[in-house]
């Protein structure tokens, strides 16, 4: 089992739509959690951290889950420069990534 | 910002060549990683250095090694080029316990 997992997706969503994205995690050591977000063809970029008592950036909104070991991170009112892949993180002893959601927001 | 700064953007080399991927970054940080990157497989760390002149291997150190001779330098070293190190390579650095910065990334091709 990966230590980090995401649904690869694609997520094809309409502007203005609501997406929500789960990733898991199996190290219930785990200390730290985060949202990275990466374009095409460009480096990892840091979205936010996420909190155990969830957090909200804007329309971006992070929850933990420390019982049942997943993070999700919610999209809301998408737009264009929304799309992208947006990579779980989870601290251990090391960060962790996941492969990453992709996400595609149309006109 | 900090910044971390990649020597190349885009490398193609051959096959048994040794190759020198360079990593800089600007705020005396400690910490400082090596990734690669490759489609369905994610990020995954090959070496980093807690400090100068220490190294730790990742998950994946085979055909590789490193070097920290100056904090703000991180050197990522193939002995010998492979084809399966055809790569997207990330350097990133980090003090205490939050997120990575990363460098822009070099694609490194071997032929």
């Known amino acids: 089992r990966k230590e980090v997992e995401q649904d690869p997706g694609p997520f094809n969503v309409p502007e203005g739509a609501t997406v929500a994205f789960n990733c898991t995690y199996s190290n219930s050591a785990s200390q730290s959690f985060f949202w990275y977000r990466q374009d095409c063809r460009k480096e990892p970029k840091l979205l936010m951290s996420?909190?155990?008592s969830g957090n909200e950036d804007g329309r971006f909104t992070a929850q933990l889950n420390r019982a049942s070991q997943y993070i999700s991170l919610l999209i809301r009112d998408s737009k264009l420069s929304d799309s992208a892949t947006y990579l779980c993180?989870?601290?251990?002893?090391?960060?962790?990534f996941g492969t990453g959601t992709r996400l595609q927001v149309f006109p | 910002d900090v910044k971390v700064t990649q020597s190349s953007r885009y490398l193609v080399k051959r096959t048994g060549e040794k190759v020198f991927l360079e990593c800089v970054q600007d705020m005396d940080h400690e910490n400082m990683f090596w990734y690669r990157q490759d489609p369905g497989l994610g990020l995954r760390l090959i070496y980093f250095?807690?400090?100068?002149?220490?190294?730790e291997k990742g998950d994946i150190p085979e055909g590789y090694s490193v070097s920290r001779e100056k904090k703000e330098r991180f050197s990522l070293i193939l002995e010998s080029a492979s084809t399966n190190q055809t790569s997207m390579y990330l350097c990133?650095?980090?003090?205490?316990?939050?997120?990575?910065?990363f460098g822009s990334g070099t694609r490194l091709t071997v032929v």
């Open positions: 990133a650095s980090i003090q205490g316990g939050r997120g990575y910065t």
């Open positions: 250095s807690y400090d100068v002149k220490m190294k």
């Open positions: 993180v989870v601290l251990t002893d090391k960060l962790i």
């Open positions: 996420v909190y155990s």
